[in-house]
């Protein structure tokens, strides 16, 4: 640290830590980029980072992680939160009158795999976990009641009651067909809607559009659950409603109904292996809809910034790792809750069975057998974060050459040549000390 701070280009290393935003850990690059003019083949002007500190160029990491690095992540929960806001009341290319289109804000959850710990409470007074009279004990010797008031961050919420009962593969299953179960319940209310105005589903895309966004949340027992938002636009995209037999109502009839049939019938099937039947897993019987609105509690800033906080989690809250798990790792030597320990296990069980081999259990055992993406949208639903990262771009590169910093040149006629190389990420323990008291911890 001494040294960094006596070092000549101390100024320009500052900067550098100054324009990653306060990233964690920064990407190192080295290279270079031409700009010639196409007609002459005149070098215009070079960057390189020869003369850089350390002979690199220091970018954010861009994660959306914020275990990993808070500064990136708050830079993807803004994005994400402009993205669903943008779906809900319009701008960033999408038109105001959408406000007037049927919209709803959808839970969805996972259904129960074992008794667990829990906070429990009515009228804002805290109840006791699990009070049962003359409460039965378990095949392993375990109590079925707790009389605890658990408060909302007592580390034994998630733990099941008792361990050994507790459903650990059909739980690793959910997560792993979580998102082909999303799949069939978005297929199975355009079905009923198709239904509903008397069409053929072949049809129902020649007028209305089903419009979605929605991010995954992992629940304390390390399940996730789904919070979505879903719109009905015309078959020409947002800037037109869709038909009048469409309302809310419809909507919320077809979503209430398609979560019964993708329980009942339309599941996503496990296939056999071992000595296990074929096991189906369906969505759990807590199924939350309501309207957004305008005005009232759950208004469109409500909805964007609830959705968008967990577009930057992940499976953290359950005590489990923030990295990939591998099969030659002893998982005892890790600082793991046994609940997390337990299931991180059972995705490396199952993920050596050939039966189980697609679901790459294995892989995302870290993830707690979940492989989706976190947040994810529908075509039409809204802009899209790369057209958001574009517009900062853009804006960046404005003030550069606004400020002399760049050249401003015709690009039509400029021929731009970049040579790239990835050189490690991170800092050193000094150097974090230094970024961190410029930055204020990336906050």
């Not at 199952?350 to 075509?379: I, N």
Request: with cysteine; net charge positive.
């Amino acid at each position: 640290m001494i040294a960094r701070l006596n070092h000549p280009d101390y100024d320009r290393w500052a900067t550098q830590v100054r324009n990653t935003g306060g990233c964690r850990q920064p990407i190192h690059l080295r290279g270079k980029v031409d700009h010639y003019d196409q007609a002459t083949g005149q070098l215009l002007h070079r960057y390189t980072t020869r003369h850089e500190p350390d002979g690199i160029l220091r970018l954010p990491c861009k994660t959306r992680r914020a275990s990993r690095c808070p500064s990136c992540a708050e830079t993807y929960r803004a994005d994400t939160y402009q993205l669903i806001r943008a779906g809900l009341i319009g701008g960033k290319g999408v038109p105001t009158t959408v406000t007037s289109h049927p919209t709803l804000f959808v839970t969805l959850t996972a259904p129960s795999f074992g008794t667990v710990h829990a906070c429990r409470e009515k009228n804002g007074k805290t109840l006791p976990c699990h009070a049962r009279r003359n409460a039965p004990t378990c095949p392993h010797g375990r109590a079925t009641t707790c009389t605890t008031r658990h408060s909302k961050d007592d580390p034994r919420i998630g733990e099941p009651l008792c361990p050994d009962c507790y459903d650990y593969t059909g739980s690793v299953l959910f997560n792993a067909l979580a998102p082909l179960l999303w799949k069939r319940f978005a297929d199975a209310v355009r079905r009923h809607l198709a239904k509903h105005g008397g069409l053929p589903l072949s049809e129902l895309r020649h007028h209305l559009t089903l419009s979605f966004a929605k991010v995954a949340e992992y629940q304390r027992r390390g399940v996730v659950h789904f919070h979505a938002v879903i719109r009905l636009d015309s078959s020409d995209g947002p800037a037109f409603p869709p038909p009048a037999w469409v309302t809310a109502d419809a909507l919320t009839h077809a979503v209430q109904h398609a979560a019964k049939v993708v329980t009942a019938t339309a599941t996503a099937t496990a296939p056999a292996y071992e000595d296990e039947p074929e096991r189906a897993l369906r969505w759990g019987d807590q199924l939350d809809v309501r309207r957004i609105t305008l005005d009232g509690d759950l208004t469109e800033q409500a909805v964007a910034g609830y959705i968008a906080k967990y577009a930057t989690k992940a499976a953290e809250c359950v005590g489990t790792l923030d990295r990939r798990v591998n099969p030659l790792d002893n998982l005892d030597a890790f600082n793991l809750r046994d609940h997390a320990r337990r299931l991180i296990a059972t995705c490396m069980r199952l993920g050596a069975l050939p039966e189980l081999a697609g679901l790459r259990l294995a892989d995302w055992a870290h993830m707690l057998g979940f492989r989706g993406h976190f947040s994810t949208r529908s075509r039409r639903y809204s802009t899209t974060l790369g057209e958001l990262r574009a517009v900062r771009e853009r804006f960046v590169h404005t003030e550069e050459v606004a400020h002399g910093r760049l050249p401003l040149f015709d690009e039509d006629t400029i021929l731009v040549i970049s040579e790239w190389e990835y050189v490690g990420k991170g800092y050193s323990v000094g150097d974090a000390l230094l970024a961190t008291a410029i930055t204020g911890g990336g906050q």
